[in-house]
C-alpha cells in the first residue's frame, strides 16, 4: 500500500472516530500539542491513558463488587476516569461516566454496576479504535511518510 | 518557628521572583510570559501529561507532581520558584483545597484549581478557598496562554491593597514607594491621626529597611494616584469593635460601614480591609497550626463576640514569649491588618497624635530606653523619635529596676509602655499549648484573638477623668500552671497625667489570700506596679533582652490610667517584687502569660491604649472569664479564684470615646 492510500484509510478512519462521537476536540488538540521535540506525544499520552483506564476499571469492578459498596470511593473513580478520558478526547467514555456519577449519587448500586458495563465497553471501543489508528500511523510512517494533520 | 519566620520572607521573595520590572507590566521583556515558572499537580498522569505539553507549547517553565503532599514539599523547598501553581481538586494524598490553603497561607502565589467537576458549586469552593480561576477540564491550551495573567494581577491587586489595608507583605515590598509618596496621603481618612511622627518613624524604617529590599523599587504611579485609605490604629479599633458588635460572622461590609461611621470611608474599602482581616485571622490559625501543632478548629473558629480573655491570643503571647514565635512574625501578622512595616518591634502606636498629645500634655514620661536598659536587659526599641517626645525622663526609675531581680518581673518603659516577659523556659510554652489545647473544648476561651477589642479609644482628657479604683483583676492561677514555672505578674501603672488612676491593686485579700499585691496609686507620680509571682518560682518572668524578643505591651502608656488594668495575680505574691515604682506610665498590664501577646496589633500598634485588657484566659480552672465593664469608677470586682478579666465592651469604649 502507498503512503497515499494509507494516509487516506487514515483521514477516514479518523473523520469516523469523530463522527461517532468517539473522539472530540479535545484529541484534536492532542495532535496539535505533537511536535518535533514530542513526536510521539499522543501516543504516549494514549498509551496513558489506557494504562490509568484499565487500573480505574479493575479498581471499580473491586470497589462495586463489595458486600457495602463505599459509593464515595466509586464516585472518585469514576471522577478520575472522567477527567481523563475527557483530557483525551474519549468522548464517549467520558458521557458514560458523567451518567455514572449519578448514579453514584443516588447510592444506586444497580445503575453503577450497568454504568461500569457500558463504560467498560465503550472503552474498549476507543481502545480497538484508537490502536488501528496508531497502526495505520506506524505504516504511514515505515512508508516513508508522515502522519497528516487534522484540520 | 522556623516556619513562622519564613512566612513573610517567602512571600517577599515570592513577589520578588518574577521581578518587579515584570510585574509592573512595563518594562516587559520581550518573550513575557514566556519562562513563567509552573507547577503543576494532578494525580491523573494522562492530565499531568497533557497540561505539561500545553504548557511547554506556551514556552512556560513547567514543573510537573503527581502528588500534592509533594507539591507542597517541592514549593516549601524552593521557594520563590514558581510563581503560579496549577492544581486538581480531587487528589488523593491531599485535597486541593487543602494544599490551596497551604500555598495562600505559606507562599502566596496565584492558585488555579481545575477539575472535571464544572458545577457552579465546585467552582464556587474554589473560588471561597481563594483559587485565581478555576479551570474545567479539559483543559485548553487557550486557556493556559492566558494564566500570566493570574501573576500580573496578584501583583497589581498587591499594590493596590496596600494602599486601602497594606498588609505587611506589600508593606515590606512596596516600603520604599511608600515612602515616596507619602505626600499624597491626601486621601487618608484619618490624616490628622497619622501624625507626622508616624511618617518619620516611617521614613527611619524605609531608610533602614532600603538595603534589604533592593528590588521594591518599581514605583507604581497609577497606585499612588488612587484615593487611599489609610487604615490607621484608630480607624482600625473602630473597625474591629465594630465587627466585634456584628459578630465576624455576620459582619458585613456595609453594616461595618454603618457602624463605623467614618466620613469619607467607603464600603470597598471596610470590604477590602474585612478581607484582609480574615485572611489575617485565618494566616493567624495557619500559624499556630505550624507552631504548635494546635489543631485548626482552634483558631478558626472565630466566635463574634468573643469574650476577653482568648486562648487564642494567648497562645501567640505565650509563643512570642518564649521565643518561639519571633515577635517579627507576630508583629507582621498583626500589621498587616494596619498596614504598617514592621521591620523591628518599634511601635508605631507610639506616634499616633494622641500620644503625641499625651506626650505634651504631661510629658514625665521616661525615655523608652531607660528602663529597659536599666536593668540591663532593653525590652524593645524604640525609634528615637518617639522618645525624644518624651522629653522627661524619670529619674529614679533606673533604680527601681534594679532594684528587681533581673528575671523576676520586667516592666517596662514609660513611653512606650512595654513590658517585655520572657520566659525562660520552654517548657512553659509548653504546658500553655497544652494548656491552650486542653481548654479549646471550653467555648468562653477558645477564641477570640482576633476581636479582640482593641479598641479602647479614649482620649486623654477623658481619661483624667476616669477613675481607675480597683480594678483588680484576679486571676486565678490555673492548674496548669501551678509548676513552678509560672509567675504572674501584673503591673498597672499610671501616667503621671494621670493623677486619678491610682489604682492597680490587685487584690488580693481576696484571692485565696495567698498573696497581696501592691497597688500603688501615686497619681500623677508613678505608676504602679504589682506583682504576684508564685513563691517557688521567682526567676521565672524576665524581661527579654531585645534578643528574645519576648514581649510588648503596651504601648500607649498615656492612656493606661484610664484604663484600669487587669493585673493578674497568679495566687501569691513574691514579698520581694512587691513594690516598685516604675516609671510613670507604663500601663499595663499583667496577665500572666498573656502579657506578651499583647503587642502586635494591640499594643504595639495602638496608639490610644486599646488594652485588651481583659484578655486573659487562662484560668485553670473555671475558665470563665469574667467581664468587668467599666463604668468609669473604679469597680471592684474580685472573683476570688477566678480569673478576672476585664473587658471594656465595645460599646463602653464608644461611649467614653463620644463623650
Redesign the interface.
Given at each position: 500500500m502507498d503512503v497515499n492510500q494509507l494516509q487516506r484509510r487514515w483521514f477516514d478512519l479518523t473523520a469516523s472516530l469523530f463522527r461517532e462521537g468517539f473522539l472530540d476536540d479535545?484529541y484534536t488538540?492532542?495532535q496539535?500539542?505533537q511536535?518535533e521535540s514530542?513526536p510521539d506525544?499522543v501516543f504516549?499520552?494514549v498509551s496513558?491513558?489506557f494504562d490509568?483506564s484499565e487500573r480505574l476499571l479493575n479498581d471499580l469492578a473491586t470497589a462495586l463488587d463489595q458486600p457495602v459498596v463505599d459509593f464515595r470511593k466509586v464516585d472518585?473513580h469514576v471522577?478520575?476516569f472522567?477527567?481523563?478520558s475527557?483530557?483525551?478526547?474519549a468522548q464517549r467514555v467520558k458521557n458514560v461516566c458523567i451518567a455514572f456519577r449519578n448514579y453514584c449519587e443516588e447510592n444506586n448500586r444497580e445503575g453503577c454496576w450497568r454504568c461500569l458495563q457500558q463504560v467498560k465497553h465503550e472503552y474498549a471501543l476507543v481502545k480497538s479504535k484508537l490502536e488501528s489508528l496508531f497502526r495505520l500511523e506506524q505504516e504511514i510512517v515505515a512508508a516513508g511518510g508522515s502522519v497528516p494533520m487534522m484540520e | 518557628m522556623t516556619t513562622v519566620q519564613k512566612l513573610p520572607v517567602s512571600t517577599l521573595s515570592t513577589a520578588n521572583s518574577y521581578g518587579p520590572s515584570k510585574a509592573d507590566g512595563r518594562g516587559l521583556s520581550n518573550q513575557f510570559p514566556a519562562g513563567l515558572r509552573v507547577l503543576v499537580v494532578d494525580d491523573d498522569t494522562t492530565c499531568l501529561k497533557i497540561l505539561e505539553q500545553m504548557l511547554r507549547k506556551c514556552s512556560y517553565e513547567v514543573t510537573t507532581c503527581c502528588r500534592a503532599t509533594m507539591a507542597l514539599s517541592l514549593l516549601r523547598e524552593r521557594k520563590g520558584g514558581f510563581d503560579v501553581v496549577i492544581s486538581d481538586v480531587y487528589m488523593p494524598d491531599m485535597d486541593g483545597y487543602k494544599l490551596l490553603e497551604y500555598v495562600g497561607l505559606e507562599m502566596d502565589l496565584p492558585v488555579i484549581m481545575m477539575s472535571s467537576d464544572g458545577r457552579t458549586s465546585a467552582v464556587m469552593r474554589g473560588i471561597k478557598h481563594g483559587a485565581c480561576d478555576y479551570l474545567i477540564k479539559p483543559v485548553r491550551i487557550e486557556e493556559l496562554k492566558n494564566i500570566w495573567q493570574h501573576v500580573i494581577r496578584k501583583k497589581w491587586n498587591d499594590n493596590k491593597e496596600i494602599e486601602n489595608s497594606g498588609s505587611v507583605e506589600e508593606v515590606e515590598r512596596h516600603n520604599k514607594r511608600v515612602a515616596v509618596d507619602e505626600a499624597d496621603y491626601a486621601s487618608s481618612v484619618n490624616e490628622g491621626a497619622d501624625g507626622s511622627c508616624w511618617k518619620s518613624q516611617k521614613k527611619r524604617r524605609d531608610a533602614k529597611e532600603e538595603e534589604e529590599d533592593g528590588e521594591l523599587d518599581n514605583d507604581d504611579p497609577s497606585a499612588s494616584k488612587k484615593p487611599r485609605v489609610v487604615w490607621s490604629v484608630e480607624l482600625h479599633q473602630q473597625f474591629v469593635s465594630a465587627v466585634n458588635q456584628l459578630g465576624i460572622d455576620k459582619a458585613v461590609p456595609k453594616r461595618i460601614l454603618e457602624l463605623m461611621n467614618v466620613p469619607g470611608l467607603t464600603r470597598e474599602n471596610v470590604a477590602s480591609h474585612l478581607q484582609k482581616f480574615r485572611l489575617y485571622l485565618k494566616r493567624l490559625s495557619g500559624v499556630a497550626q505550624q507552631q504548635g501543632g494546635i489543631p485548626n478548629s482552634f483558631c478558626s473558629s472565630v466566635e463574634p463576640n468573643s469574650k476577653p480573655g482568648s486562648l487564642r491570643g494567648f497562645d501567640f503571647q505565650a509563643m512570642a514569649a518564649s521565643g518561639q514565635l519571633p515577635p517579627q512574625a507576630l508583629a507582621a501578622l498583626h500589621a498587616e491588618l494596619l498596614g504598617r512595616p514592621t521591620g523591628n518591634l518599634v511601635f508605631p502606636g507610639v506616634d499616633s497624635s494622641v500620644l503625641l498629645q499625651a506626650s505634651l500634655q504631661g510629658p514625665k514620661c521616661v525615655p523608652i530606653e531607660h528602663a529597659p536598659i536599666a536593668i540591663g536587659q532593653p525590652l524593645m526599641k524604640c525609634s528615637p523619635n518617639i522618645s525624644k517626645q518624651f522629653s522627661q525622663p524619670i529619674e529614679g526609675v533606673p533604680s527601681g529596676f534594679t532594684a528587681w531581680p533581673p528575671n523576676s518581673l520586667g516592666m517596662a518603659d514609660p513611653s512606650s509602655n512595654v513590658v517585655g516577659l520572657n520566659t525562660p523556659s520552654s517548657n512553659f510554652l509548653v504546658q500553655m499549648l497544652q494548656q491552650q489545647q486542653e481548654q479549646q473544648s471550653s467555648p468562653e476561651s477558645s477564641h477570640n484573638i482576633n476581636v479582640q477589642p482593641s479598641c479602647l479609644i479614649v482620649p486623654p482628657q477623658v481619661s483624667n477623668g476616669f477613675q481607675l479604683g480597683n480594678n483588680p483583676s484576679p486571676v486565678s492561677q490555673s492548674s496548669t500552671f501551678s509548676s513552678d514555672n509560672i509567675a504572674g505578674y501584673s503591673l498597672i501603672s499610671s501616667q503621671s497625667n494621670n493623677p486619678s488612676f491610682g489604682v492597680g491593686q490587685v487584690l488580693d485579700g481576696d484571692l485565696k489570700n495567698v498573696g497581696v499585691i501592691n497597688g500603688y496609686s501615686v497619681p500623677g507620680v508613678s505608676s504602679m506596679s504589682s506583682c504576684s509571682i508564685r513563691p517557688e518560682n521567682h526567676t521565672i518572668w524576665r524581661i527579654p533582652g531585645p534578643s528574645s524578643n519576648a514581649s510588648i505591651i503596651n504601648k500607649s502608656s498615656s492612656f493606661a490610667p484610664s484604663i484600669p488594668e487587669a493585673s493578674a495575680s497568679y495566687g501569691s505574691r513574691t514579698s520581694g517584687f512587691s513594690d516598685q515604682g516604675l516609671g510613670r506610665n507604663l500601663g499595663f498590664v499583667g496577665k500572666g502569660t498573656c502579657i506578651p501577646s499583647r503587642f502586635a496589633i494591640d499594643d504595639t500598634e495602638s496608639p490610644r491604649s486599646e488594652h485588651m485588657s481583659g484578655r486573659i484566659a487562662m484560668n485553670g480552672d473555671s475558665n470563665k472569664l469574667i467581664k468587668q465593664e467599666v463604668n468609669g469608677d473604679l469597680m471592684d470586682s474580685t472573683k476570688v479564684g477566678i480569673p478576672g478579666v476585664q473587658y471594656f465592651a465595645p460599646s463602653d469604649l464608644m461611649s467614653i470615646i463620644s463623650k
Open positions: 479535545q488538540q492532542l496539535q500539542l511536535d514530542n506525544f504516549e499520552v496513558l491513558f490509568d472518585a471522577h478520575q472522567k477527567g481523563s475527557s483530557s483525551i478526547g | -
